[in-house]
């Protein structure tokens, strides 16, 4: 199937710093890619809709100017995570769906953040 | 009319029995239902996935049953094995660049 690799695959960073993670699809053109939030043995929460060009489309509760999304090109969206705090420590995890697969929905391998 | 609803919540089959696990959706314009399998520390993978238009779809020991008029869709795993063990989420969306709608997931443990 399709491969949509995430870097990195974990990070941590100071209370107050910002972090950049990374989601590029390899084989394919995603114009919308897709941003999530996971809590321990938790299902996955989506976060904001990354749109190649445009601004991102964000969930209700998420504040938009502490997650920054850039999708800036089609194969590459980055989620920022501004000011960090310890609560934003999480599993942030990024998708994207293959046109030529039938839009076959596919996930990176998710990045684990912890604000110390 | 967004949810899914997933079940059971975990589940405990021995090595060589039949895993099943049942999910429930409410909208109906929803085309795609696909199941990922997510061990710890990683994100999901795509395991397998159906469209209304069949009612079964089987790759390997991984089957999806689909009920259109019931709205439910399940997946079975045929000689489960330890390594199988982890957690499933059934997921359901339209085709094109929808979100996915995720159940809640379910913990699956193989015994040896």
């Known amino acids: 199937g399709a491969v949509v690799s995430q870097h990195p695959s974990w990070v941590i960073c100071k209370s107050g710093t910002s972090v950049k993670i990374e989601c590029r699809s390899l084989d394919f053109q995603a114009t919308t890619m897709f941003w999530y939030r996971q809590f321990p043995k938790q299902s996955l929460m989506l976060m904001a809709t990354?749109?190649?060009?445009?601004?991102?489309?964000?969930e209700q509760g998420v504040e938009k100017d502490k997650f920054l999304i850039n999708h800036a090109s089609l194969t590459l969206s980055t989620l920022t995570v501004t000011s960090a705090h310890p609560e934003d420590s999480s599993f942030y995890i990024c998708?994207?769906?293959?046109?030529?697969?039938?839009?076959?929905?596919?996930f990176g391998q998710g990045t684990r953040l912890t604000v110390v | 009319q967004q949810q899914v609803k997933q079940s059971p919540q975990s589940l405990i089959v021995q090595k060589g029995g039949i895993s099943i696990i049942n999910c429930a959706y409410e909208n109906t314009a929803f085309d795609y239902f696909p199941w990922y399998q997510q061990f710890p520390g990683k994100g999901p993978a795509l395991l397998i996935a159906?469209?209304?238009?069949?009612s079964e779809k089987k790759e390997g020991r991984f089957t999806i049953s689909f009920n259109k008029s019931a709205k439910q869709f399940s997946l079975h795993i045929m000689d489960s094995q330890p390594g199988d063990s982890a957690t499933y989420f059934c997921a359901a969306s339209k085709t094109g660049y929808s979100t996915l709608t995720f159940g809640k997931g379910t913990m699956l443990l193989v015994s040896p």
């Open positions: 159906i469209r209304p238009d069949v």
């Open positions: 998708s994207a769906r293959d046109p030529s697969h039938l839009y076959e929905a596919f």
């Open positions: 990354s749109n190649e060009g445009s601004k991102a489309t964000y």
